[in-house]
């Protein structure tokens, strides 16, 4: 098992917040199919303001790299990701094709 902490902004505009929201309280069964087919378990994505925190729980066949390549090569993946485009914005100092941002833990207490 991991833990994976991604980070991404939205459009800082109430309505487009809200809309983003709305859109997330049932996400399309074919997109959380094919999360969970990636060998992802678990997922929540929590916000302050219109920062959003992403968690992903995954087994041991998760990859990153396996994700993006199935992702892209989905037509259902792509129409998703294009309406949520819309929404999100990047995050400073992030890569130019970077949506969501993988995190660095600096801390834990076990």
Do not use: C
Not at 2 to 31: F, G, R, T
Request: proline share 3%.
């Amino acid at each position: 098992m991991n833990k994976y902490l991604l980070i991404l902004d939205l459009v800082n505009e109430e309505a487009s917040i809200k809309q983003y929201e709305a859109y997330h309280n049932s996400i399309p069964k074919e997109i959380e199919q094919l999360i969970r087919e990636s060998g992802i378990t678990s997922m929540e994505i929590y916000r302050y303001a219109n920062r959003l925190v992403m968690e992903m729980i995954t087994d041991d066949s998760f990859s990153f790299e396996a994700k993006s390549k199935a992702d892209q090569e989905n037509e259902v993946v792509q129409a998703w990701e294009n309406l949520m485009n819309q929404y999100q914005q990047r995050i400073p100092g992030s890569q130019p094709n970077e949506k969501w941002v993988l995190t660095k833990r600096i801390f834990s207490l076990n």
